[in-house]
Structure formats: structure tokens, C-alpha cells
């Protein structure tokens, strides 16, 4: 399960990237990244989730595939989806969409695999940090559209002054 994870995030990669706005993708990669190991990195030190099979499991105690490359990837396609809503309700809405399945999914899978283990976990801390990092991600995009509207701003402007 987790060899196939991986070659479908391989091939799903250039895909997520084909887009006019790739390096905001590639930011909103990177970044979904630290976030996740951060969080997962506390969330398996204190005993609250437990990898048992798990890449590199001598070198890291948490899923690395999950947190390096299958997260940023669902992060670059909620980032995708939600890019151009500007109301807060339409952005909850999408953050739905992407955080109840993620969450359901979780839970079936840590009830009928071995691939990680709940130990002070629900539903419901897997809901809440899947939002947390959606919404700390789509944050992040909103900066990078603001600076990059208002560095356009100024860079019109000082072509308007040297006419």
C-alpha cells in the first residue's frame, strides 16, 4: 500500500506543478511539508500516533511519505480548487471537502491496516489538524497573493513616475 502511495504521488507530481502559478505550488509544497513533519513530528513524540511500518523507520519516527509528499500534494490541490474564492463560507466549504474524507479515510484505514496506530487520536484530532494545516496553508497563499499584487502595485507606479 505504501509503494503504491508513493509511485501515484511520483506520477500525480508534474500534474499537481502544470499550472501558470507553479512556483506558488512549489512554495505551498515545501511549506505543507515543514508544517507536517512539525505536527507529526510533536504528535508521535507524545505518544499520540505511532507508525509501525513506516519508510526509513531507523532515521525517522514518523511517515515521511505522508508528510513529504502525499499531504503537500493534497494541499496543492486544495490551494488549486480554493484559489480564487475570496469569501470565508466558500473556503470552509472546500476545506469540507477535503478534510471529512481525509478524516474517514484515516479512521478506516488506522481500524483495518497496520500502518499506524491511534493512541491518544480520534477522528476528530485528525479532522482538526487536517483543517488546521489546510487553513494555515491557504493563509499562506493569501500573503503571497497580497505581496505579489502590491510588489505589481509598486513596480507600475514607478513606471508611471520615470515617464
Known sequence: ???GLFFLCILFFPLALKTSKYKEMLIVFFSKGVLSILLDTYVVNTNRVKYPIR???KIFSTNILYDLLFFPLLSILWVRH??????????????LTYSVPMSILQWFMEKNTKLFEWK?????????SVNFTLFM?????????????DS???SCMAVQYQD
Do not use: C, E, Q
Not at 491518544?120 to 482538526?128: G, K, Y
Not at 496553508?137 to 499584487?149: F, H, Q, S
Open 82 to 95: 480554493s484559489y480564487h474564492d475570496d469569501t470565508l463560507s466558500k473556503i470552509v466549504l472546500k476545506s
Open 1 to 3: 500500500m505504501i509503494k
Open 152 to 154: 505589481s502595485n509598486n
Open 137 to 149: 496553508i491557504r493563509g499562506l497563499v493569501g500573503l503571497i497573493k497580497k505581496v505579489d499584487k
Open 55 to 57: 519508510p526509513f523507520p
Open 120 to 128: 491518544n487520536w480520534s477522528i476528530f484530532h485528525t479532522f482538526a
